[in-house]
C-alpha cells in the first residue's frame, strides 16, 4: 500500500535518494576498473571544495548550469521542454562578443557591463525565439525545432569565426583578444580590494548574475501576474483560455525568458573567463542544464542547489581523472550520465519504496 | 427477488477499515449483498462509495476487515483477481477504445492465442448468445467511437459479462445518459437480475435507487449509516440519511421579474476544425431577473454554446449582445474582455476550465482576475489581498476544509465547484453562464449552490443555466429551451415542462436510437 509523499520527501529526499543511487552505481564502476570507490570520493570532493581554488572552479561550473538551469526551468512551468539551451547558450556568447569587439576600447565596463549583458539575453532570447514562434501558432513541436537550432548554431558559429571574425595572421578561429578594460572582474582581485586573499580562479562576478537571475525567476513565476499566467498554461492550457490569456502568447513569451537566461552563459565564458570570442565555450552546459532543473524541481532554490552538484562534479572529476589516470575525463562524463539517468529519466524509481515506507511507518 | 435466505450473499464486506493519511476513507463498514438482487449504495461525494468499491474491485487494500465472495474469504489485490472472482465493474468514465469494433473491445485482453482469426470467431459466438440472453442490442461489428454513450455503456457492460461477471459494479453510470437511455439501462438491469446476476449500484441519484433497487445502502462519512430494503423507504427519507439533515429537493423561488434583455444571441453559427457545424443559427434572448435553461444530451453544441458566449471560441457567423454592446466574428471579445462587459463563467468542465488542480486553492480562485486591480500592482501580485480574497470566498461558501493553501485537487468536487461559484459571483455579474453547476456534487452542496443562482436572479442577473440534469433545468429555470444537433428545437414555459415532453424533444432528430420525433 502506498500513500501519496509529503512535501518536504518529494522536494528534497527523493533527488537526494536519486543522487545516493546514482554515486552508488558510479562507486560500482570504478571498482570494476580496480580503483577504490572511496578513495576517489574523497579526491572528488576534496578537488571541489577543499581550498579556494577548487571552490572557485566549483562556482564558475555552477554559475554555467544555473544559467541553463533556470532557462530550462522557466520553459518547463509554461509546458515547455526547452532542448535548445546549448544553442542560446552560443548565440548569448556571440552576442557578448560582437559587443565587446565594438566597444571595449571606446566605453568603459559600468557601461559594457550591461550591454553585455543585454546583448548576451537579446540574442539568446531572439535564438528562440523562431523555434517558440513555430510551437505557439504553427504547431511544429518544441523539442524538435530547439535540437535544430542546436546545430544551427553550431554551423553559423563556425562560419563567423572561421569567416568573419578570426583575427588577422592567426591559424585558430578565434577573434581578437577584448581590450583589459572590458573583461568582468574575476573574485580573486575584487575580494583581495576588500582584504581577502584566494587562488586565482575563472569565477568572476557573473556568479552574482546567476544568483540574481534566481531571484528574478522567482519573482516573476510566483510573485506577478505575468508569471502566474504562464504557470496557468503550463499546467492546463483551457483554464488558461478561460481565464483570458492567450497560450501562444505565454509560450513566445516563456521561450525568450528561457533563451535570454540560457544566452547569459555567454556573458560567464566570454566576458568573464576567455576575454575573446572562440569556439565551443557552450559545450554541454545546455543539457547538463536540463538535469539541473529536472533535480532542482524547477525551482530556483533547487536549481541552485543541483547546479552547485553539477559545479561539484565538473571541478572534482577533472581533479579526479589528474590523480588517478586509470579514471579517465571519459569516466568523469559516464558519472555525470548516471547522476542524469538517476534524477531524470529514472527520477520515480525511488518513490514507490519511498511511498510504502511513509506508509508503514503511518500506520505504525 | 433476492435468492433464499439460506444461500451465502453474493459479497459479504466484513468491518472494512480505510484511512488516508489523516482522511478516515472507510469506517467499520459492513454489508451484505444477497446473490440475485440489485442492491444500491447512495451516499454524498466524499462519503466513501468510491473508495470502498475500488477496495472490492482491488484498487485499495483496506486497512482491516474481510471480504467474503459467494461465502468464501477472498483476497482481491488487483483488477485481476476480481474478475477472477466473477466481480466486473462498469467504470463511470468508460475504459473503451474508440477506433476499434465492439468485438474487438471485448476481446481485448482475452485475445485466445497469436492469431486473432480463431479467437475472434469463439467471441462472436459467445456474444450473440449475450445477446440473445440478455437483449444489449449492439452490433459486434460497429466501431465503438461511431456509437451513441447508451450503447457505449452497454459494451462496457458486455465487456464484464463476456469476461464471466456475475457481480456487476456500476459507478454512477447515468450521469450521461438521456432519460430514454436511463430507462433501457434498468431494463437491462433487470433482465441481468431475473438470470440470476448481481449489480451494485453505486450513485447519488435517488430517484435511480426507487427505480431499481431491491435494497440500499446509505453512506456517510466514510461510514454505513443506514441499510433500507428499497420498498420501505422513499426518497425524502434517504435524502435526510445522506446528508444527516432535512433537504428540499425542490428550491424555493419566488416568480421571476423579468427586466431587460441582458444577452441577445442572434443566428449564432460555428463549425468545428471538420467543419460539422455545431451550433446553426441559435438564437434567444436572456433577461436580467430570470433563468433560462438549456436542456439536452451532451454533445449537442451546448458545450459549444457557452464556450462562445464566454469568448472562449470566435462564433463563424452571427452576432451576441450583452448589455447593449455587440459582438461579432468579425470582432471577438476573448474571455478577459467579456469579464469586463459583466459575464461570469461557471464551467462545465471544473477540473480543466474552472480551475488548475496542481494550484493551491488561492491561485485558483484568482483564476481570470489575475489582472485585477485588487490583486496586481504594477509588477507585483499583491499576495495579502489575493489570501484574503480566497478566504473571504470560503467563508463566504463554506469551502471546506478552510484551507486557502491546499492544492485545489485536495478538495472533493462539491467544494471545488462552491469555490469557483464563488468566484465568478463575487463581481455580482450581469450575464451569468452556467455549464453543469452540480455534476458530481453532493446534495448539501447542490442545494446551496442553486439557492445562489436563485439569489442572483433575483438580484436582476440573467442566468443562463445549461444542464443535462433534467432535475435541476425544472427545479431552477423559468423557461427552458431544447437544444439537439446544435439547434434550439423547442422553447417551453417552466409551468408546461415535464420530463417526458422534454426527453423527446432532447432526442428529436435522433434517428440512432429510433425514438420518433413525436413532440
Given at each position: 500500500m502506498r500513500v501519496p509523499l509529503p512535501r518536504w520527501a518529494d522536494m528534497a529526499l527523493i533527488p537526494v535518494a536519486n543522487v545516493v543511487l546514482a554515486l552508488f552505481a558510479a562507486g560500482l564502476i570504478v571498482l570494476i576498473i580496480g580503483e577504490n570507490p572511496l578513495k576517489a570520493v574523497r579526491i572528488m570532493v576534496a578537488g571541489a571544495l577543499g581550498d579556494s581554488e577548487g571552490v572557485g572552479y566549483t562556482l564558475y561550473y555552477a554559475t554555467n548550469y544555473i544559467f541553463t538551469g533556470l532557462a530550462v526551468a522557466v520553459a518547463f512551468h509554461a509546458g515547455l521542454f526547452n532542448i535548445g539551451g546549448e544553442g542560446q547558450a552560443y548565440l548569448g556568447g556571440l552576442g557578448v562578443g560582437l559587443v565587446l569587439l565594438a566597444f571595449d576600447r571606446v566605453l568603459p565596463l559600468a557601461a559594457l557591463i550591461p550591454l553585455a549583458v543585454l546583448a548576451a539575453a537579446l540574442f539568446g532570447a531572439a535564438w528562440a525565439f523562431i523555434p517558440a514562434y513555430l510551437q505557439a501558432y504553427r504547431g511544429s513541436h518544441i523539442v524538435i525545432t530547439t535540437i535544430m537550432f542546436n546545430f544551427l548554431a553550431s554551423a553559423l558559429m563556425v562560419y563567423l569565426m572561421v569567416?568573419?571574425?578570426?583575427?588577422?595572421?592567426?591559424?585558430?578561429?578565434?577573434?581578437?583578444?577584448?581590450?583589459?578594460?572590458?573583461?568582468?572582474?574575476?573574485?580573486?582581485?575584487?575580494?583581495?580590494?576588500?582584504?581577502?586573499?584566494?587562488?586565482?580562479?575563472?569565477?568572476?562576478?557573473?556568479?552574482?548574475?546567476?544568483?540574481?537571475?534566481?531571484?528574478?525567476v522567482w519573482a516573476y513565476l510566483w510573485h506577478t501576474p505575468w508569471g502566474y499566467e504562464l504557470r496557468t498554461v503550463g499546467q492546463s492550457e483551457r483554464a488558461a483560455v478561460y481565464a483570458g490569456v492567450k497560450p501562444g502568447r505565454i509560450i513566445v513569451v516563456a521561450m525568450l525568458v528561457s533563451g535570454a537566461l540560457a544566452g547569459f552563459v555567454g556573458v560567464n565564458e566570454i566576458m568573464g573567463v576567455h576575454h575573446r570570442l572562440l569556439l565551443n565555450f557552450n559545450l554541454g552546459y545546455g543539457f547538463t542544464g536540463i538535469a539541473v532543473a529536472l533535480m532542482g524541481r524547477n525551482h530556483p532554490v533547487g536549481v541552485v542547489l543541483a547546479g552547485l552538484l553539477f559545479g561539484i562534479l565538473s571541478q572534482g572529476g577533472a581533479e579526479l581523472a589528474f590523480e588517478i589516470p586509470a579514471i579517465t575525463p571519459e569516466m568523469i562524463v559516464v558519472i555525470q550520465g548516471l547522476i542524469i539517468l538517476f534524477s531524470g529519466a529514472l527520477a520515480n524509481f525511488s518513490r514507490p519504496f519511498f511511498e510504502r515506507v511513509f506508509a508503514a511507518t503511518a500506520r505504525a | 427477488m433476492p435468492a433464499a435466505e439460506s444461500a451465502p450473499p453474493a459479497i459479504e464486506l466484513r468491518h472494512i477499515d480505510k484511512r488516508f493519511g489523516t482522511v478516515h476513507a472507510n469506517r467499520d463498514v459492513s454489508m451484505s449483498i444477497a446473490r440475485g438482487s440489485i442492491t444500491g449504495i447512495v451516499g454524498e461525494n466524499g462519503a466513501g462509495k468510491s473508495t470502498l468499491m475500488s477496495i472490492l474491485y482491488g484498487f485499495y487494500e483496506a486497512d482491516s476487515g474481510e471480504i467474503l465472495v459467494n461465502g468464501k474469504p477472498a483476497a482481491i489485490n488487483s483488477a485481476h483477481d476480481a474478475l477472477r472472482l466473477g466481480i466486473g465493474m462498469v467504470h463511470q468514465h468508460f475504459v473503451l477504445i474508440d477506433p476499434f469494433t465492439i468485438l474487438e473491445n471485448v476481446m481485448l485482453g482475452a485475445e485466445g492465442g497469436a492469431l486473432l482469426r480463431r479467437g475472434k470467431a469463439s467471441a462472436k459466438q459467445e456474444l450473440e448468445r449475450l445477446e440473445r440472453e440478455y437483449g444489449l442490442g449492439v452490433d459486434p461489428d460497429a466501431v465503438v467511437g461511431t456509437l451513441p454513450v447508451g450503447a457505449q455503456q452497454r459494451v462496457e457492460i458486455l465487456k464484464a459479462l463476456y469476461r464471466g461477471a456475475g457481480i456487476l459494479i456500476l459507478d454512477e453510470p447515468t450521469g450521461v445518459l438521456t432519460p430514454q437511455e436511463t430507462d433501457q439501462l434498468f431494463r437491462i438491469l433487470k433482465t441481468l437480475r431475473a438470470r440470476g446476476s448481481t449489480v451494485i449500484l453505486i450513485t447519488h441519484k435517488l430517484r435511480e435507487i426507487m427505480a431499481v433497487t431491491d435494497e440500499v445502502y446509505v453512506m456517510r462519512g466514510g461510514a454505513v449509516v443506514a441499510h433500507r430494503r428499497t420498498a420501505?423507504?422513499?426518497?425524502?427519507?434517504?435524502?435526510?440519511?445522506?446528508?444527516?439533515?432535512?433537504?428540499?429537493?425542490?428550491?424555493?423561488?419566488?416568480?421571476?421579474?423579468?427586466?431587460?434583455?441582458?444577452?441577445?444571441?442572434?443566428?449564432?453559427?460555428?463549425?468545428?476544425?471538420?467543419?460539422?457545424?455545431?451550433?446553426?443559427?441559435?438564437?434567444?434572448?436572456?433577461?436580467?431577473?430570470?433563468?433560462?435553461?438549456?436542456?439536452?444530451?451532451?454533445?449537442?453544441?451546448?458545450?459549444?454554446?457557452?464556450?462562445?458566449?464566454?469568448?472562449?471560441?470566435?462564433?463563424?457567423?452571427?452576432?451576441?449582445?450583452?448589455?447593449?454592446?455587440?459582438?461579432?466574428?468579425?470582432?471577438?471579445r476573448d474571455p478577459a474582455r467579456m469579464r469586463d462587459l459583466g459575464v461570469a463563467h461557471i464551467p462545465e468542465d471544473r477540473h480543466r476550465l474552472g480551475l488548475v488542480v496542481s494550484f493551491e486553492a488561492t491561485e485558483s480562485a484568482l483564476l481570470g482576475y489575475q489582472h485585477d486591480e485588487a490583486y496586481a500592482g504594477a509588477v507585483l501580485q499583491r499576495h495579502g489581498a489575493i489570501n484574503r480574497h480566497c478566504a473571504a470566498l470560503m467563508d463566504e461558501f463554506d469551502v471546506r476544509p478552510r484551507q486557502p493553501f491546499l492544492r485545489s485537487a485536495s478538495f472533493s468536487g462539491g467544494n471545488q465547484q462552491k469555490l469557483i461559484v464563488a468566484r465568478e459571483l463575487a463581481r455580482a455579474p450581469k450575464v451569468l453562464l452556467v455549464g453543469q453547476p452540480t455534476r458530481g456534487v453532493d446534495i448539501g452542496a447542490i442545494e446551496f449552490i442553486h439557492r445562489q443562482l436563485v439569489e442572483h436572479r433575483d438580484a436582476g442577473c440573467a442566468v443562463l443555466l445549461v444542464s443535462v440534469e433534467l432535475d435541476e433545468i425544472m427545479a431552477l429555470a423559468d423557461r427552458i429551451l431544447v437544444m439537439c444537433d446544435g439547434r434550439i428545437v423547442g422553447e417551453v414555459a417552466r409551468s408546461d415542462a415535464d420530463e417526458r415532453v422534454l426527453g423527446l424533444m432532447m432526442a428529436n432528430a435522433r434517428g440512432a436510437d429510433g425514438i420518433a420525433a413525436s413532440a
Open positions: 569567416n568573419v571574425l578570426i583575427a588577422p595572421h592567426q591559424m585558430s578561429p578565434e577573434s581578437r583578444e577584448l581590450a583589459p578594460g572590458a573583461w568582468l572582474p574575476q573574485v580573486k582581485p575584487v575580494l583581495a580590494a576588500i582584504g581577502v586573499t584566494v587562488a586565482r580562479s575563472p569565477l568572476n562576478l557573473s556568479f552574482l548574475l546567476a544568483l540574481l537571475a534566481c531571484v528574478g | 420501505k423507504t422513499d426518497a425524502g427519507e434517504l435524502a435526510e440519511l445522506m446528508v444527516g439533515r432535512k433537504v428540499r429537493l425542490e428550491i424555493e423561488k419566488g416568480p421571476a421579474k423579468p427586466g431587460a434583455e441582458r444577452l441577445v444571441v442572434e443566428d449564432l453559427t460555428l463549425h468545428d476544425a471538420r467543419g460539422v457545424t455545431v451550433l446553426d443559427h441559435v438564437s434567444f434572448a436572456a433577461r436580467g431577473g430570470e433563468i433560462v435553461g438549456i436542456a439536452g444530451v451532451s454533445g449537442n453544441g451546448q458545450s459549444e454554446l457557452l464556450e462562445v458566449l464566454a469568448g472562449i471560441r470566435a462564433a463563424d457567423a452571427g452576432r451576441i449582445v450583452v448589455d447593449g454592446v455587440e459582438i461579432t466574428p468579425s470582432q471577438p
